[in-house]
Every structure is written in structure tokens, then in C-alpha cells.
């Protein structure tokens, strides 16, 4: 049975390329009728931050990323947690010091440092070579600090095949002897991942392409350890543009800060699966439950993605769109409440001119911003060529269409259009000036009487005096 994972460490925000990569575990399993796995890799102690496991645990939640197994969730394979496995590496490792493939080093920081600044570009097995095995022991029972770390062949070339780029190749000389066990006890992310994908039954390993030259490591402990290696599917990054990476210290990278934008999860989820996956027929709307149809390895991009965020505006969109009048509104309530010129604005009316104008909700800004700029409206701005229209001529008319507005409020819409006829002037002259009077600006979510209900009757006519106070000037 097909078991993948998703492997994060808890050091902040769930950024978009951790999203897809859990997505895209997540969907290899299901599709395969598999099991998927959630284990938080916080070996890095120095690193974690707290509160970010349970970001985690929401983000997954709210994205529909049920996992099958994990931390919160439990499950047979447990902990799921790296440092409530702390007891459990350190067997293997002793095993591998049986078997050669490890060794105890003691080297001080002070070597080290001296060994990268005479130009080394990794550890040259100095312990190895020159503490036996029974001399670390003794020294080890002494208190003696110590890590313990691999021992790369020293020549060879190690191949396997990653189901996205074929074959890879790398010759073991490229490898450094890295640290398995480090001094404080815990194992570093080049041991405990393949310990605990072993362990917890892990059959496909999902992750960045930046693991893919160090998998050959990896394999070498399986082999050691006598343990089946896993199929490793890597993923290529994603890009900002055509040369950074996107990542987190770009703030807008991060699941939170795109809701925050006001994009809709299932949304932000599609997205990011077409980050680097299309399905065969290219389509690029998809729910949860039709990528869960439609993932396949073969969809997968070989070369990095670029993220684009006007494609993500349009994709949410149509999301929007397909909202119904309440859950609209219910999204829009919090993006509004920031907003303090919508006092006293109906806000359940508001929204029915908004929604077909949204792409993300930060949008409702942009689009009422025109209510608190218009006390400083330019009377220029009721120049029109199509219209024939101009400050004269509102200067002229707006005293009548006051009239009108205060006799004939309930009844606006015909009413506007009668004095036209009446009068003599073009419909589209009257409720352009009548809609430029109400709201002092161009373009508007909704049309003149569209404008007036949404101001009420008072509000409307103060505007409409306040306007005509401005064209007599
Ligand atoms: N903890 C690793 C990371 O966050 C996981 C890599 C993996 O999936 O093996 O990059």
C-alpha cells in the first residue's frame, strides 16, 4: 500500500512550496487508495517556533489535507513527533558503527573551523582514521562530547532513479561524512529521515529537489541498515521569477498572508497544485476531490514554476463567483469591518454590488474607496464626451434632479428617466450626473440608482446638494 508523508519542520509559516509539497503527497496517496502521513521534524531545536506545529495542524486542516496519520491524530506508527523519538536513533546508529558505516568524532568546533578555512570542503574523516573504536568508547564513557557521523565510501558512484527525473548520479566523492547523531544526543535531518521513513512504512518520498543530491546518502544507510529504499519523487521550486526562488522571507509566500489577502482556500489549494502538476487535460479549475482523480507523476513539471499572482487572482475569481449571496457576504464581513467610511452603509446591499467585481476580497477597498474620497472630488471628473456632460451641466441640472431624488425617491429609476424625456436630455446625460453627484467618482460598482439605494434617501440628497455646492463654484 502506498504511504507518503509530509515532513515539516515547525520554523514558522507554512509557506507555498511546503503547501504543494504536502498537497502533492497527499494526492499521490489518495489516488493510489494509499495513507498520508503527517510527522513534524523538529530535531532542529535551536530552529523551532513555538506555536508553528499547531499553524501547521490548521493549516492542514483548513486546506482539506486530512492526514491519515500524525501527531494529533495518532495512528500505528507513532510518535509522529521527531523528538518524542529521540530514544530510537541511537540503536541504528550503534549499528552502524558495527557495520563501518558510521564512526565517532570528536573533532572540536576550533578543528573544524580550521579545517574549512585551510580551503577543506568537507570533514576528512579525521576520527575515523585516527580514533579506534574501543579508544571512543572509553572516551565516551569519560563524558566526552561527541557526534556520531557516516562513513561515505570513499570512492564509488551511487545511482537511483527519482520517478520525476530519471536516473541520478553522484559520485560518493561529492558526499561529506555528515553528522547522523549530533552532541546534544538528537539526530540531524540526514539521519532521522530515512529512519523514520523506514519505520513508519514509507513508500514514496515527496519532497524539494533540494534533497536530490543528497539522497544517494540516504541510500547508502538503507543499504546499510539492510532496509528497503523508498521511490523518491522530487519537486522543482518555485520561483518568483525567472532568478529567486519564492520563499519566505518574501512575505507574501505564506498560506496566511494569502487568506489574509483575501483569497479563498480552495482556491489558494488549486493554485498551488498547478505550481509544478497539470492534470492530462490541462483544465486548471479543480476541486480537492477531482485532484484526487487526476494527480498523476506523469503531470509533474521536470523544470521550476513561476508564481503568478494575477493568474491566482483570476483562478480565485472564479471562485468568488460561484459563492452564494450569503457565504459572499459572510467572507466580506471581516474585509469591511477594516473599512471605517462603510459606517452606516448598507453592508448586505454593498456586497450584492461587489461580488461579481471581486477577485480576492482585499479588493472591496479599491472598490468603495470612493465613498471616503468624496468630499474631495474634482468637479472635472463630470466631463464626459460620450455623454456630453460637464460641471456646467451638472451646475445646471442637478437643482432638478434634486427635486426628483427628494419627490420621487421610491420610484427613482423611472423617474430619473422621465425627467430626461421631460427635459430633453439623454438618459445616459441624466444618470451620469446624477451618479458622478452621488458618488464623485468615474466608475463605480453599480449604476446611478444602484448608488442611491446603497446611500439611503438623506445620505444621497446631502451628497447631491454637496455636489451642486462644488459645480456652482
Ligand atoms: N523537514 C524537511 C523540510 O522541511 C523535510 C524534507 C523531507 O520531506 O524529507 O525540508
Not at 489574509?260 to 480552495?266: E, I, N, P, S, V
Request: aromatic residues 12%; charged residues 25%; glycine residues 8%.
Amino acid at each position: 500500500m502506498i504511504r507518503t508523508r509530509f515532513a515539516p519542520s515547525p520554523t514558522g509559516f507554512l509557506h507555498v512550496g511546503g503547501l504543494r509539497t504536502a498537497l502533492y503527497a497527499y494526492l499521490y496517496a489518495k489516488k493510489g487508495g494509499g495513507k498520508f502521513i503527517l510527522r513534524i521534524e523538529d530535531t532542529d531545536l535551536e530552529r523551532t517556533v513555538p506555536g508553528a506545529v499547531e499553524l501547521i495542524y490548521r493549516t492542514m486542516h483548513e486546506t482539506g489535507l486530512v492526514y491519515d496519520e500524525g501527531p494529533d491524530v495518532g495512528g500505528d506508527y507513532g510518535p509522529y513527533v521527531q523528538t518524542e523519538r529521540k530514544g530510537m536513533y541511537l540503536q541504528y546508529a550503534q549499528k552502524l558503527i558495527e557495520s563501518g558505516d558510521a564512526y565517532y568524532c570528536f573533532c572540536s568546533k576550533e578543528r573544524l573551523e580550521q579545517l574549512h578555512k585551510d580551503g577543506a570542503t568537507k570533514y576528512d574523516k579525521h576520527c575515523l582514521h585516527t580514533v579506534s573504536r574501543e579508544e571512543a568508547e572509553k572516551r565516551i564513557a569519560a563524558g566526552e562530547k561527541y557526534v556520531i557521523r557516516q562513513n561515505i565510501p570513499a570512492q564509488g558512484v551511487s545511482s537511483y532513479v527519482d520517478l520525476v527525473f530519471g536516473e541520478i548520479k553522484v559520485d560518493y566523492n561529492d558526499l561529506e561524512d555528515n553528522i547522523l547523531i549530533k552532541s546534544d544526543g538528537y539526530p540531524t535531518y540526514n539521519f532521522a529521515n530515512v529512519i523514520d521513513d523506514h519505520l513508519m512504512g514509507i513508500t514514496h518520498v515527496i519532497r524539494g529537489v533540494e534533497y536530490l543530491s543528497s539522497t544517494p546518502k540516504y541510500n547508502l544507510l538503507y543499504d546499510a541498515l539492510g532496509w528497503e529504499r523508498p521511490q523518491y519523487i522530487h519537486l522543482q521550486p518555485i520561483m518568483r521569477d525567472a532568478h529567486q526562488k519564492l520563499s519566505k522571507r518574501h512575505g507574501d509566500a505564506n498560506y496566511e498572508d494569502f487568506i489574509a489577502k483575501g483569497f479563498l482556500k480552495d482556491a489558494i489549494v488549486n493554485y498551488i497544485a498547478l505550481l509544478g502538476w497539470s492534470p492530462k487535460d490541462n483544465r486548471e479549475k479543480m476541486t480537492l476531490a477531482e485532484m484526487e482523480q487526476l494527480f498523476s507523476l506523469d503531470g509533474i513539471s521536470k523544470s521550476a514554476s513561476i508564481f503568478d499572482e494575477t493568474k491566482m487572482r483570476w483562478l480565485n475569481s472564479l471562485y468568488v463567483k460561484e459563492l452564494s449571496e450569503e457565504a459572499y457576504h459572510a467572507h466580506a464581513l471581516p474585509f469591511y469591518a477594516k473599512l471605517d467610511y462603510l459606517e452606516g452603509i448598507d453592508l448586505q446591499y454593498l456586497s450584492t454590488l461587489l461580488h461579481s467585481r471581486t477577485e480576492v476580497f482585499t479588493d472591496v477597498e479599491k472598490l468603495t474607496s470612493f465613498i471616503k474620497e468624496f468630499d474631495a472630488f474634482d468637479t472635472a471628473i463630470f466631463t464626459n464626451a460620450k455623454w456630453k456632460t460637464d460641471a456646467a451641466l451638472a451646475a445646471k441640472i442637478l437643482p432638478e434632479l434634486l427635486e426628483v431624488a427628494d419627490k420621487q425617491w421610491d420610484n427613482l429609476h423611472d423617474a430619473l428617466n422621465a425627467y430626461a424625456e421631460r427635459a430633453g436630455y439623454k438618459k445616459g446625460q441624466v444618470l451620469w450626473i446624477f451618479r458622478i453627484a452621488l458618488t464623485g467618482a468615474a466608475s463605480t460598482p453599480g449604476g446611478a440608482t444602484e448608488m442611491a439605494t446603497l446611500f439611503g434617501k438623506t445620505e444621497s440628497i446631502r451628497r447631491l446638494w454637496y455636489a451642486l455646492g462644488k459645480v456652482k463654484n
